[in-house]
């Protein structure tokens, strides 16, 4: 492998996100209405407007609610909030391809966009008490006018994981994935559970493999379908039998670390990698120049 790695994918924002404006109402009002403040372009089903690489912007509506998504060297960037219902597609392809156009850090722009807008659509009413809530904070809380609750935009931490035994990557795959797709094993971190617990849980149910010596390699925004948070590791398996959890995985293997390499370099191999924006590429990238 070079060592110029793929960037980790929805990662490299560069807005400033400003928090001390989202508590100053008065200044939220004079961003609005500043000149150079603008409005980001989506779709009806939420897909990004790319223009050359870029993220397309609009004017500011007038009305409506917005939120404060930060400031682009001082200029104000907002999401309206009604920009989309909650039928917004899920990964359309035409969307992930918008997405891959996108130059370094527009991507993460976007996936906070995303989430944002995800979660307002969701928790339009009170976890507390039923109450309809509404936007503050220039968008990023929801307070509750009766029981007084402040809510805020939830981030679902998520484990990926690739286990290793004498040089080969465990990699699976699901019943729905393009044909030949492969990709590291992940699921959801639960309530009680350290990240390398987690680790160990998700690739024993879903594999049977044991695993220990789990390490930490990077982690990923990701807005798909809501607001996840990916914490790519890699660990040391203590056997390669597979016990599969079908309801899981369709399939799983070993594949030998210069095979993931030359896989990753675009020759044919036990599989297709994931795409470079989601963070098993890196994984699977870091893990083959080991
Ligand atoms: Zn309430």
């Known amino acids: 492998m070079s060592g110029d790695a793929t960037p980790v994918g929805f990662t490299g924002g560069t807005l400033d996100r400003a928090d001390a404006l989202r508590h100053d109402p008065a200044g939220i009002l004079a961003a609005r209405r500043d000149p150079a403040a603008r409005c980001l372009l989506l779709a009806p089903d939420w897909s990004p407007l790319v223009e050359d690489g870029r993220l397309g912007w609009t004017a500011v509506p007038g009305g409506g609610e917005v939120a404060l998504l930060g400031l682009d060297r001082g200029a104000p960037r907002f999401v309206a909030l009604a920009a989309a219902g909650e039928g917004a597609s899920f990964r359309a392809p035409s969307m992930m391809a918008a997405l891959a156009s996108l130059r370094g850090g527009e991507a993460a722009t976007y996936a906070a966009a995303r989430s944002l807008l995800q979660w307002h659509a969701r928790h339009g009413f009170c976890a507390n008490c039923g109450t309809a809530t509404a936007p503050f904070r220039a968008g990023w809380g929801r307070a509750c006018p009766q029981c007084r609750a402040e809510h805020f935009p939830r981030v679902d931490p998520v484990v990926i ?11 699976g795959r699901q019943a729905a994935w393009p044909a030949g797709r492969y990709s590291a094993l992940a699921g959801f971190l639960e309530p009680g559970e350290s990240v390398e617990e987690a680790v160990a849980r998700e690739t024993w149910e879903e594999t049977g493999v044991r695993v220990r010596n789990v390490r930490y390699v990077a982690s990923q925004p990701w807005p798909f379908p809501h607001a996840q948070l990916m914490i790519a590791c890699v660990a040391v398996a203590e056997n390669d039998a597979i ?48």
């Open 243 to 290: 016990t599969l959890d079908t309801h899981e995985l369709e399939d799983a293997i070993w594949v030998p670390r210069d095979e993931v390499r030359r896989i990753l370099a675009g020759e044919p191999g036990a599989f297709l990698p994931p795409p470079p924006y989601a963070i098993a590429h890196t994984l699977l990238e870091r893990w083959a120049a080991l």
């Open 161 to 171: 994981m690739i286990a290793e035994h004498h040089g080969r990557a465990l990699v």
